[in-house]
């Protein structure tokens, strides 16, 4: 589609300079002032909303790899509990990086999406319940404590995360860069179409700025497209997981 409309009004333009070409001498001046002003408008345009698209896709990453950090840091704790809330945690944990994976291949918003995020809030609680009762039977020992501390900062860094896959670049930008691309490259054409050369380049011109824009529009979609955010992190944090503990329970009773 954005090439398409990108293509179609530079093709517009130029049978529009065509047509209006005995009236060069009246038109190649204004155009002429007209087409370099819009076209440095644009090109400002573009690189404002390349760099939002950007700025969002790398926040995606950090929060990806903060989430598995974070996961692995809450797993290594519980291993440290006492039974049965060691192993119990343990495999809630597992669960809720298997609901986190799931979130990466998701359309933000989408039903599948809602039932994931709901599903991540189900094993929150279930892991807050069995920390919850891990102090209350050990309120002097440091290891629950340690582990509550790293649930809380695992639960915040998901939270960011899943936020920030909705994060998109205002529609309004991503509009603005196609509409006024599109008015720029047209008047370009009709300018070049006066001047009688140069259409191929003006043709080669909005071929790149179409490219440009799916990219950004491609950058702005992180399950989606050719440009998603890597999931490698937590899916490596998960195999990890399914290992067996690294440590062993705590031997004798709860104090």
Do not use: C
């Not at 944990?93 to 799931?102: M, P, S, Y």
């Not at 670049?169 to 006024?180: E, H, I, S």
């Amino acid at each position: 589609m954005l090439f398409a409309v990108l293509l179609g009004a530079t093709g517009l333009g130029v049978l529009l300079g065509h047509h209006v070409r005995h009236l060069s001498d009246d038109l190649k001046e204004p155009l002429g002032v007209l087409q370099a002003a819009l076209l440095g408008v644009v090109g400002l345009l573009l690189a404002f909303g390349l760099s939002l698209a950007v700025s969002r896709y790398e926040d995606r990453r950090t929060n990806v790899i903060t989430v598995a950090n974070a996961l692995g840091t809450a797993d290594l704790r519980a291993q440290t509990l006492h039974e049965p809330i060691r192993t119990r945690s343990l495999r809630l944990l597992i669960d809720f990086a298997k609901a986190g994976v799931q979130i990466s291949d998701r359309v933000p918003g989408s039903a599948r999406a809602t039932a994931d995020v709901a599903e991540e809030h189900r094993i929150e609680r279930q892991l807050w319940s069995l920390a919850g009762r891990a102090v209350d039977a050990s309120p002097t020992s440091s290891a629950p404590r340690l582990y509550i501390e790293s649930l809380n900062e695992m639960f915040d860094a998901e939270t960011a995360r899943v936020a920030t896959l909705s994060n998109r670049v205002p529609t309004a930008v991503l509009v603005l860069d196609v509409l006024g691309s599109a008015v720029a490259l047209s008047l370009l054409a009709v300018y070049l179409s006066l001047a009688g050369r140069g259409v191929p380049a003006v043709v080669v011109a909005a071929a790149l700025v179409a490219f440009l824009l799916l990219v950004t529009v491609d950058l702005d979609r992180p399950t989606r497209g050719l440009i998603r955010v890597p999931d490698t992190a937590l899916t490596d944090q998960l195999e990890s997981m399914a290992a067996p503990p690294a440590a062993l329970a705590p031997r004798g009773p709860s104090p």
